[in-house]
């Protein structure tokens, strides 16, 4: 009885090892915030020349001109291990449709630099706010 429990305990305990490898060697998925990674992602070229390749391609609608808007757009979305924007969301808009032209604009960018921890690329979730009307 004694050597059935002893085997029956190895099994479970390399069972348990099998499973956590086979979790560590699918990658991680998870979605860290800018703050607990190493390295965090960035536009290539650096926040500027993101700020500029924003301006260059978003439309400013006519309506917000005419009133001197200066609201901010805001937005949330994920830096992938490759670099590619995903799950782009709005979590403040200026009401002149601006929402999908966010979304427009973010869809538009090329490949961003990712960020790492621990030596590998990692996804990060990442804020950001944009005036389309004066400012940054």
Known sequence: MKNLLTILSLTFLSLTYAQNKSAENSGDNRIYSSEKVEVRAEFKDGTEKMRDFIKANFAVPKQMVETYNTSA???????????????????????????AEMIRVLKLMPAWLPAELNGKKVRVLFELTYRPNGGS
């Open 73 to 99: 757009v805001t937005s949330t979305f994920v830096v992938e291990k490759d670099g590619s924007l995903s799950d782009i969301k709005i979590t403040k808009d200026t009401g002149f449709n601006t929402e």
